[in-house]
């Protein structure tokens, strides 16, 4: 049964920076192709960024150059740094297995609010 469990999110400022962690189970990681995604209220589940199992990395224009996403495989980690934080990132925040596939299963979600 895939697990994903997302963490690091909260209460930041605008032009802070945030690191967001998700710890997988149940699948073997190193394989996957995998991606964050978000959902602002009212709004509909947008991708954010995605990593391949070869390390290949894509981002939505409203976070091309403020991002970075990675991966550990040896600790089954998949991790998303936003940088200059802004209030329009506020949203819920979801790792999901698979590339851009906003159907897949998602964990519980780590809250990001971008306010001052």
């Known amino acids: 049964e895939v697990q994903l469990v997302e963490s690091g999110g909260g209460l930041l400022q605008p032009g802070g920076s945030l690191r967001l962690s998700c710890a997988a189970s149940?699948?073997?990681?190193?394989?996957?192709?995998m991606s964050w995604v978000r959902q602002a209220p009212g709004k509909a589940l947008e991708w954010v960024s995605g990593?391949?199992?070869?390390?290949?990395?894509g981002y939505q224009a409203s976070v091309e150059g403020r991002a970075t996403i990675s991966r550990d495989n040896a600790k089954n980690t998949l991790y998303l740094q936003l940088n200059s934080l802004k209030a329009e990132d506020t949203a819920m925040y979801y790792c999901?297995?698979?590339?851009?596939?906003?159907?897949?299963?998602r964990g519980q979600g780590t809250q990001v609010t971008v306010s001052s």
């Open positions: 999901t297995k698979g590339y851009y596939n906003l159907g897949a299963p």
């Open positions: 149940g699948f073997t990681f190193s394989i996957a192709d």
């Open positions: 990593i391949l199992s070869n390390g290949h990395t």
